[in-house]
């Protein structure tokens, strides 16, 4: 990116053609020499004055922003403003209202309540991973298990904080992940925002890392760290909506300059601004900051929340297709790609929208990955039913198959999940405590066999029973208990296992990657299907039922063996040991409508998964 004296006026004019992906780099409040050149954009401001630290907040002629630009962009440098001090824009609005407004772009900012922003340094240099850079790509067929966590609330400070800091925490979070055979670290928002439960989500700070957890460098060290033990970054980036509070965007120079004039159009659901995502600088700032969390913090992806509201108005379908905000998605999704060929983009988008992972020369929006929301709440809602009743809601599981290879699909089991009375995981689960258990642990064993990326909340791998809350860290306690203890090791065990065999990730979005065997016993809650690629099968075998099966048949392709390398009911996952301990050799006995077949023992409401070799031995059955 060029420096901030190198922005030419060609820049500029990519800003108001909403073209701009590097606006950071020429608005906002940048060291220069013996001071701070600041500017901003407020195209209706009667006038605009610099307040800070510097010149005890006082609107004088000599804190007057210089108006340099006819279509609204004002400058002044102020000699002896240094890093670390508090500034603000007091703005005399377009009625004559004075406003004192945070920088749009500041790179770091006061914690709430305060509001003011803070002059910062974003370039200076922390980052040694060039290793990961180099070698990391959108992982379409490499392993990808996200462990999406709330950085606050993952762990808590025993010394009367808070909250820890980001580098503060790199050591165990490093030695966690690892140790659970994740790849990549989802961080939901770390940008700038007032309002705790709003988990970043209403966001007020789009260029400032958020003051909770520490300072700019103190999160490149994470990052840095993390990327130095293989482990990739994501990072969750709101572009639909931001706050409405004062001192932020909202009607920034007295006229909606970064929301929509229509009111019904503004105001969203969450009580906060929809961006106008008409608007070219609008564009140009969204752009920008998403560009701003890949190019200095070295983000490996973003996750988009709410796509469905832009590619809607108010995400409502029946209000029709928002043009504006889609010719926005893939000027800015084209636009990173080119910047940035390696990182991937996902959309959180609870619609039906074709084409979302498509390119755009196909009429696609150009994300890279879409989470499959529709079979997170087809499985949960199947598994919270009585067992009785699954054989009516059968093609709950077995839905997600038949749409699946339309976009690039990750599964996950989100932070939204596990809030506001919608229980945890393991809660939603049908029946009593040890019921519950072995059914969470086939559900996630069905989860990370099923074609697509892996998406799971910090707190779900240890089954948590208490809903997620912000303010309290994850109840590690439960741990002392065996089946919180035994559920934690079956959930490193089958993601070492899913991380380590390519006939789990290799081939997701093929159709040679995926097969069912039986997807039809309705009446017995069962469900057989294959994993491969050139190299690998395995078979899995799930038992949504209550009911043992000692000589369960299973069809199987070709004359092999059936061995069994990972069973819910095993008794180290705190099951009763139903397993099969010797290799299984098939039969020539047709079976599902494949040429031989096995008898397996399976236990009620747990899963396997079977490694098939191929016999190539011409001897007779």
Not at 54 to 78: C, Q
Not at 575 to 601: M, W
Request: with cysteine; proline share 4%.
């Amino acid at each position: 990116m060029p420096s901030n004296r190198e922005v030419k006026a060609m820049d500029l004019k990519e800003f108001f053609e909403g073209n701009m992906c590097n606006a950071y780099e020429y608005f906002g409040a940048h060291i220069e020499n013996d001071g701070v050149v600041f500017r901003t954009y407020a195209p209706h401001a009667q006038n605009i004055y610099v307040i800070g630290e510097f010149n005890d907040w006082t609107d004088s002629e000599e804190s007057k922003m210089k108006r340099i630009d006819e279509r609204g962009v004002y400058e002044l440098f102020i000699a002896g403003a240094k890093k670390g001090q508090l500034y603000k824009f007091r703005i005399i609005q377009a009625l004559g209202n004075t406003a004192d407004k945070a920088d749009p772009y500041a790179f770091y900012s006061q914690l709430r309540p305060d509001t003011a922003s803070v002059i910062e340094e974003i370039h200076t240099p922390i980052f040694k991973d060039s290793k990961w850079m180099k070698k990391r790509t959108r992982n379409l067929d490499q392993p990808m298990n996200i462990y999406e966590m709330h950085f606050g609330s993952w762990k808590k400070p025993q010394d009367g904080r808070k909250w820890f800091n980001y580098d503060e925490i790199a050591d165990e979070l490093i030695d966690y992940v690892k140790k659970m055979n994740y790849t990549h670290v989802e961080f939901m928002p770390l940008n700038e925002y007032p309002f705790d439960g709003s988990w970043g989500y209403q966001t007020s700070g789009y260029f400032s890392v958020t003051s909770r957890y520490g300072k700019i460098n103190d999160l490149k060290k994470l990052i840095n760290r993390l990327h130095q033990n293989d482990i990739g970054v994501i990072m969750d980036f709101v572009p639909v909506h931001f706050v409405k509070d004062n001192y932020s965007l909202n009607y920034f120079d007295g006229t909606p300059l970064y929301e929509y004039d229509n009111d019904n159009d503004a105001n969203s659901q969450w009580g906060t601004s929809n961006f106008n995502l008409w608007r070219e600088e609008v564009r140009s700032f969204l752009m920008s900051a998403a560009n701003f969390w890949l190019d200095i913090f070295h983000v490996d992806g973003l996750r988009m929340d709410a796509i469905a509201n832009m590619i809607f108005w108010q995400g409502n379908k029946d209000k029709g297709v928002n043009e504006g905000a889609l010719y926005f998605i893939k000027r800015m999704n084209n636009n990173l790609h080119k910047l940035h060929p390696e990182v991937f983009l996902i959309a959180e988008d609870s619609s039906d929208f074709p084409k979302v992972c498509a390119p755009a020369w196909d009429g696609g929006l150009e994300f890279d990955y879409k989470w499959d929301l529709g079979w997170m709440h087809d499985t949960l809602k199947y598994l919270e039913k009585d067992p009785i009743y699954r054989q009516y809601h059968h093609n709950q599981v077995t839905f997600s198959m038949a749409y699946f290879y339309s976009e690039k699909f990750i599964m996950p089991l989100s932070h939204d999940e596990v809030v506001h009375g919608k229980h945890t995981i393991v809660d939603k689960m049908w029946g009593n405590y040890e019921q519950k258990f072995a059914q969470a642990r086939t559900l996630y064993m069905y989860m990370m066999t099923h074609p697509g990326k892996k998406l799971n909340f910090m707190g779900n791998e240890i089954a948590q029973f208490r809903e997620w809350d912000e303010e309290k860290e994850n109840d590690w306690f439960m741990l002392e208990y065996p089946m919180h203890d035994s559920f934690s090791h079956y959930i490193a065990d089958l993601n070492k296992l899913v991380v380590e065999n390519p006939a789990f990730y290799e081939l997701d979005y093929t159709w040679e990657g995926f097969k069912w065997i039986d997807a039809d016993n309705k009446a017995d809650n069962m469900f057989i299907y294959q994993r491969m690629n050139e190299d690998q099968k395995f078979i899995i075998v799930l038992n949504f039922s209550p009911n043992h099966y000692a000589n369960f048949r299973i069809g199987v392709e070709k004359n092999s063996t059936l061995k069994e390398v990972l069973n819910t009911d095993t008794d180290i996952y705190s099951g009763s040991n139903i397993r099969n301990k010797k290799a299984l050799r098939t039969k020539k006995v047709p079976h599902n409508f494949l040429d031989y077949s096995c008898e397996i023992e399976i236990a009620p409401f747990s899963g396997i998964i079977f490694e098939v070799k191929e016999i190539k031995s011409k001897k007779s059955e």
